[in-house]
């Protein structure tokens, strides 16, 4: 029996991670949740799974779950709350599935504990991957990818040694607006953006798709979890979403990993590798599916695929300060204040703000410093392209 604890259970990822369980009742167990803002859902959790440790975003939220689930459960708040959970004694494995920066003192605390992290939380990665991955090595933890393109290839890396390994494709669908006029990009509105043509995913990483932001930083999360240089990450637009990601070997193979469009495929890798189980999800028909196409991406779409990659190869503090840019800039396009392609030209100008300050990030706190510095500067910048 495993046992494991959620970090964003109320979130996409973390209700997967449930129907997971859902599905291995004899393999797998709830111990802790660690949630935000919805204390209904949460609440409806904590009673179907009974954990021993649940989280809440604010303290104010306490008062809130205690009245619905009463005193059976300990009930812990804020970034120290979910660090709890993610370090608590009694879980072996923890799906990281909080969005964005927050999730970095979690996951840093389960690694710390020597825990098996499921990671789906790439931001962690991106803002602090070294340190996350020198912590798993020092404390005998061990970080999986729950990101579908991730775990593809650690599917794939498992019929090759490393100094094999060419190069790693990620793929990407192209998100909503693949084939829009690029003259009307001025125009899209946050339902169009929301709107993801083959995964449904949570508000953030949605649009992160929609710029593509989110393979440029699927591509910094992927040096760091393969020990891999940027120039050997290439990206290639699959809009059906079946090919998950590819590995090429020096001799020319070319190892891919397929699978129906569900989260749940890489969660059950991640908590029962290396076992594979007899699962009860929906399997791939590619008779039905028929084609599959593949195609370079355009930079001039994408331009944040680029600005990621600039990135990855300057390292240090740069990736952090991507990361904390565009979260504030993608809140900013949520909440109305921008127009779509503000969003990447906000984290260009922080990016460009940033480039004689570049800090090597030896620590948490480095960059828990650095992603306030650049919140702070996406915040109080204002481009031409402002609605
Ligand atoms: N969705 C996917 O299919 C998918 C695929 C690959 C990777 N990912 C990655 O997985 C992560 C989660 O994505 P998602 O789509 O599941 O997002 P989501 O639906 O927005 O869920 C985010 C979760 O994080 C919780 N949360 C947010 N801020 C928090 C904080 N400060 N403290 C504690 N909990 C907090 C939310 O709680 P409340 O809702 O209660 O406020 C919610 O449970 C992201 O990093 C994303 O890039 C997602």
């Given at each position: 029996?495993?046992?494991?604890?959620?970090?964003?259970?109320?979130?996409?990822?973390?209700?997967?991670?449930?129907?997971?369980?859902?599905?291995?009742?004899?393999?797998?167990?709830?111990?802790?949740?660690?949630?935000?803002?919805?204390?209904?859902?949460?609440?409806?959790?904590?009673?179907?799974?009974?954990?021993?440790?649940?989280?809440?975003?604010?303290?104010?939220?306490?008062?809130?779950?205690?009245?619905?689930?009463?005193?059976?459960?300990?009930?812990?708040?804020?970034?120290?709350?979910?660090?709890?959970?993610?370090?608590?004694?009694?879980?072996?494995?923890?799906?990281?599935?909080?969005?964005?920066?927050?999730?970095?003192?979690?996951?840093?605390?389960?690694?710390?504990?020597?825990?098996?992290?499921?990671?789906?939380?790439k931001?962690?990665l991106v803002?602090?991957?070294?340190?996350?991955?020198?912590?798993?090595?020092?404390?005998?933890?061990?970080?999986?990818p729950?990101d579908?393109e991730h775990?593809?290839?650690?599917?794939?890396?498992?019929?090759?040694?490393?100094?094999?390994?060419?190069?790693?494709?990620l793929?990407a669908?192209?998100?909503?607006?693949?084939?829009?006029?690029?003259?009307?990009?001025?125009?899209?509105?946050?339902?169009?953006?929301?709107?993801?043509?083959?995964?449904?995913?949570?508000?953030?990483?949605?649009?992160d798709?929609?710029?593509m932001m989110n393979k440029g930083l699927e591509v910094i999360e992927a040096h760091?979890l393969?020990?891999?240089?940027?120039?050997?990450i290439?990206i290639?637009?699959?809009?059906?979403?079946?090919?998950?990601s590819?590995?090429?070997?020096?001799?020319?193979?070319?190892?891919?990993?397929?699978?129906?469009?569900?989260?749940?495929?890489?969660?059950?890798?991640?908590?029962?590798?290396?076992?594979?189980?007899?699962?009860?999800?929906?399997?791939?028909?590619?008779?039905?599916?028929?084609?599959?196409?593949?195609?370079?991406?355009?930079?001039?779409?994408?331009?944040?695929?680029?600005?990621a990659?600039?990135?990855?190869?300057?390292?240090?503090?740069?990736?952090?300060?991507?990361?904390?840019?565009?979260?504030?800039?993608?809140?900013?396009?949520?909440?109305?204040?921008?127009?779509?392609?503000?969003?990447?030209?906000?984290?260009?100008?922080?990016?460009?703000?940033?480039?004689?300050?570049?800090?090597?990030?030896?620590?948490?706190?480095?960059?828990?410093?650095?992603?306030?510095?650049?919140?702070?500067?996406?915040?109080?910048?204002?481009?031409?392209?402002?609605?």
């Open positions: 029996m495993r046992t494991v604890s959620i970090l964003g259970s109320t979130g996409s990822v973390g209700r997967s991670t449930l129907a997971v369980v859902d599905a291995f009742p004899d393999d797998l167990r709830v111990v802790g949740l660690a949630a935000g803002a919805n204390i209904e859902l949460l609440a409806a959790q904590v009673k179907k799974y009974r954990p021993e440790l649940v989280s809440v975003r604010t303290d104010s939220d306490v008062p809130k779950l205690r009245a619905v689930i009463g005193d059976a459960v300990a009930i812990v708040s804020g970034s120290k709350g979910a660090s709890d959970v993610a370090s608590m004694p009694s879980a072996n494995a923890v799906i990281a599935a909080i969005v964005g920066a927050a999730g970095i003192p979690p996951v840093y605390a389960a690694l710390r504990a020597g825990k098996r992290v499921g990671i789906a939380n931001e962690v803002a602090a991957g070294d340190v996350m991955t020198s912590t798993a090595r020092e404390h005998g933890g061990e970080i999986l729950v579908s775990n593809a290839v650690h599917q794939a890396i498992r019929c090759g040694t490393h100094q094999e390994i060419q190069r790693i494709i793929t669908s192209g998100g909503p607006f693949l084939r829009r006029e690029l003259d009307t990009f001025d125009e899209i509105s946050i339902e169009a953006a929301l709107a993801h043509p083959t995964w449904k995913m949570g508000s953030k990483i949605s649009i798709s929609a710029t760091h393969f020990s891999l240089p940027a120039d050997r290439d290639l637009i699959h809009p059906q979403s079946i090919v998950h590819m590995v090429e070997y020096i001799d020319g193979s070319i190892i891919a990993q397929l699978s129906t469009t569900d989260m749940k495929f890489p969660i059950q890798y991640a908590l029962l590798y290396p076992e594979r189980v007899q699962a009860p999800f929906a399997r791939l028909d590619l008779a039905k599916i028929r084609t599959l196409d593949f195609l370079p991406v355009d930079p001039r779409r994408f331009p944040a695929v680029e600005l990659y600039e990135a990855c190869r300057t390292g240090g503090s740069m990736p952090a300060v991507l990361n904390a840019a565009n979260e504030i800039a993608v809140e900013r396009f949520l909440a109305g204040e921008l127009s779509f392609p503000a969003i990447v030209e906000i984290v260009s100008r922080v990016l460009e703000r940033h480039a004689g300050k570049v800090a090597p990030i030896a620590s948490v706190e480095d960059a828990l410093e650095w992603d306030r510095w650049a919140r702070n500067e996406a915040r109080g910048t204002d481009v031409a392209v402002s609605r």
